[in-house]
DNA sequence: TTGTATGCGTTATCAA
DNA sequence: TTGATAACGCATACAA
């Protein structure tokens, strides 16, 4: 087990101090390039790797983004960590991975790791709940940089990045209604949340931009978990039986009404239409067809990254960045199309 | 901006070294109840966060897991990851993941900066190639324990958690011939893999035990790439038509070749059944029937990290730990098929 | 152009 | 039981 080689184990092959060594391996200008030349050489030979832990105590920059996603199994969040992870890789940053499962706890342990590990910025898409609103709100006044992707992060401000909810979920309604669809549900996420309001809003726009009446039962909420959503939408359809679409609030839950559609023996899509937020792989378990919002997910997650190191490189004045909107198209995902693009 | 709160500043506040705070919060008994109490105390109320890089400076142990994953859109991948840092988390470690797309040179990045943060261990699934053979060793000789995950690494006799494909291949083809089929073609990953080498065994191993002759041009070598495994399906299927069913290496490799079977106009499973390993959910996106070898990959990732836990803490011969294998399992993926177990 | 001294936040080893 | 001091690996004023 050899000890790794540091400053100090090269100046003492050289026979000059560590402060030398240091200052010829960043290229500073006062050291002569000859001894820049020799100590890199050595440096070279003796397999030399900075230890970024000593640098980042003193620097107070770390170089490292910490990435907080939901859920590893929704395409639309590896995506996104994509986009995240090769753009900061171009901009000289290292994206470090974290996963909360829509579990507050979870996301609790992972942002305290993050700022103890004194993280240049939090690119997160938060757990549905308000328990770590406080603890945002030190981390960031820690220095931290946070900029929340997909899901603004209630009552605190911090920049977001995301699709044009309201707008998709007008047009993914619309696509539905021209299909000659009438009695379209929509099925998940609670209230409280800012998306869900912007994507009720927006299927509620296309009801009335096409003169269509809508009952407002068939607005249900629900978790966005399998078994929530498979339970109310089994209920829902028993409920109502002349339900003719539905939209879901995302992929998980997509997956669990379609679920519960194809148990009670109806079909997808010709009894009842699905649509769905998030052009998730999952959904095509089901094996049907089915509208779909594609919110550019990888894109999402290069824009993310750069709105935080302009932040973090500009330091100081990160508030007047705004909130980052990106396009989404609607697709009609068929049985058995072959792409390999998401 | 608040600066963190560190052991200084409790120390000033109380009157006490910083010593003597750090000695109470981590309840040395050389130190008072009543010292460690209020040390205590004071510390939550200022929200002190221990600086966990200061600290594995010193410790040399930095309750770190590196995990280097190939590819998020695998769901074999991203649930062998989900079973490594819930385990981790369990045992008190926190899990780093990171992504090397399949490319040498991301892997060696990925790996670079593993060991400059000083992780305890690595968890990896290697890219396919030689490249960083060395640097693996370097690693290791610096006392960071490395552990293989799904794929051995050849020419290091570091441990591999995974499946056992030699028998999974042979199980796996076993029940196609079961079915009737005869002309089965194995495809994907080059012959100087050892995963590829088991799996293609198993697969002949099947042939001779239900007495079935194999056509050596049935097995072929391919990247784990979508176009590769197209490209590939496509050219033999033009080339032998009496072809009734495929075995895939893996997700991508069965996308790829179901994808060709489709474009050609061949039904799945009627003409040509699909098999392949992996159990991922990208292959659904073909939205047809076809078998499986789900290798527990959430178990796998569990193994994993008991098993480099064990080499972190036994500190020294971890070359006493072998080889682990991980029970598989034949699935017959049914279109529609509506569970959310993986 | 190079070296010295000091500090980043923590812990370990002494001495008090 | 507590305190002083040095050290981890590196960087940065400042002195030489």
Known sequence: MNKRVTLKDIAKVLNVTPATVSKALRECDDISKGMQKTVKETAGELGYRPNILARSLINKKSKLLGVVIPDLRISFFTEVTRGIYEEASKLGYEAILMVHDENPENEKKKLEFLSDINVD?????????????????????????????????????????????????????????????????????????????????????????????LNENLIVPCERKFEASFNEMKKTLEKINDIDAVVCFGGVVAYGA?????????????????????????????????????????????????????????????????????????????VGARTFDN
Chains 1, 2 share one sequence.
């Open 258 to 334: 379609g679920s519960a559609i194809l148990e009670l023996d109806k079909s997808i899509p010709d009894d009842i239409m699905l649509g769905e937020f998030g052009d998730n792989s999952l959904v095509t378990r089901l094996g049907v067809s089915y509208y779909t919002v594609n919110q550019n997910p990888y894109r999402i997650g290069i824009e993310a990254v750069n709105l935080i190191v302009k932040c973090i490189e500009s330091d100081g004045e990160c508030q007047i960045e705004k909130d980052q909107i990106i396009e989404t198209k609607i697709l009609y995902r068929n």
């Open 121 to 213: 910025g939090i690119l997160i898409a938060s757990a549905d709940s308000n328990e770590n609103l406080k603890l945002l709100e030190t981390i960031s006044s820690h220095g931290i940089k946070i900029v929340a992707w997909d899901r603004k992060i209630e009552g605190l401000d911090f920049p977001v990045v995301h699709g044009d909810d309201r707008k998709a979920a007008f047009n993914l309604t619309s696509e539905i209604i021209k299909q000659g669809r009438k009695k379209i549900a929509f099925i998940g996420a609670t209230k409280s949340i800012q998306l869900a309001n912007d994507r009720i809003n927006g299927f509620i726009d296309a009801h009335k931009h096409h003169g269509i009446s």
